[in-house]
């Protein structure tokens, strides 16, 4: 016996059938069985469990869903592509910016070597920053403004 339209991801989907089944009976358990042990009812505990386990059965139901989506070729393609607008060469500029820098929120010192660190660009008007090198070998500008 096969099923041909549950499409791809069948672990998914089986995962989420079983523990909505599951959960199902948990709950209907703990709602009209009467469960008492010792004088306590564990009605409530089953009640509750039945429910969460029906909510983690939606994990399931997302992967089963998005492992469906078919996406042409084409479409991909089109979607991964460079863009060419000034905001998008703003953003990847900020991008790689924020990726040289050390956890210390600075540009590590082979990047200042090789004049892609922050203090290697140029002032206001255009004119380059002037750079001194502080005690410990690090370059800093000369006026912190």
């Known amino acids: 016996m096969t099923f041909r339209g549950l499409g791809r991801c069948k672990f998914a989907l089986?995962?989420?059938?079983?523990l909505d089944v599951i959960g199902l009976v948990a709950l209907l358990v703990g709602i009209f069985a009467n469960l008492q042990r010792?004088?306590?009812?564990?009605?409530?505990?089953?009640?509750y469990t039945g429910a969460?386990?029906?909510?983690?059965?939606?994990?399931?139901?997302?992967?089963w869903y998005t492992g469906n989506i078919e996406i042409s070729w084409e479409e991909l393609a089109s979607d991964y592509q460079p863009k060419a607008g000034r905001l998008h060469r703003i953003v990847r500029t900020l991008?790689?910016?924020?990726?040289?820098?050390?956890?210390?929120?600075?540009?590590s010192k082979l990047d200042l070597a090789l004049g892609i660190g922050?203090?290697?660009?140029?002032?206001?008007g255009g004119q380059p920053k002037?750079?001194?090198t502080n005690r410990e070998g690090t370059q800093v500008p000369s006026s912190m403004e």
Do not use: H, T
Request: charged letters at 25%; zero cysteines.
């Open 14 to 18: 089986w995962f989420a059938v079983a």
């Open 95 to 107: 991008s790689r910016s924020i990726s040289m820098r050390n956890k210390d929120g600075r540009s």
């Open 38 to 47: 010792a004088g306590r009812d564990y009605g409530d505990m089953l009640i």
């Open 118 to 124: 922050e203090l290697s660009g140029k002032g206001e």
């Open 52 to 63: 969460i386990v029906v909510f983690v059965s939606l994990i399931g139901w997302v992967f």
């Open 130 to 132: 002037e750079v001194q």
